[in-house]
């Protein structure tokens, strides 16, 4: 019943900026809170940020000051504005959905964002 679409990911230069975005399709389920995770080559998956329903944000001390999430509730969308871009942030994306009466998770199929010259 619901889906994740994600889209912007691609390669980009050291210091430059990329948006991500996540659009969540939905029947009858509603969306709670959203997020974005990475998983870097040999690496474990790890927390990028998050955001509520209501607009409250936490970001991970590892792109904070640098990444922006934020959302637009009527359309069940989540952004990702990242900016001074390292290496380091090379990784597959991955959007996060809280939905339903039961607070399920669901899952994009992750987009690659590539940090190179």
């Known amino acids: 019943q619901v889906q994740l679409v994600e889209s912007g990911g691609g390669l980009v230069q050291p210091g430059g900026p990329l948006r991500l975005s996540c659009e969540a399709s939905v029947t009858i389920d509603s969306i709670k809170d959203m997020g974005w995770y990475r998983r870097a080559p040999g690496k474990q998956r790890e927390l990028v940020a998050t955001i509520t329903s209501d607009g409250r944000t936490e970001d991970a001390d590892s792109v904070k000051g640098r990444f922006t999430i934020s959302r637009t509730n009527a359309k069940n969308t989540v952004y990702l504005q990242m900016s001074r871009l390292t290496p380091e942030d090379t990784a597959v994306y991955f959007c996060?959905?809280?939905?339903?009466?039961?607070?399920?998770?669901?899952w994009g199929e992750g987009t690659l964002v590539t940090v190179s010259s």
């Open positions: 996060n959905a809280e939905a339903g009466k039961y607070g399920l998770n669901y």
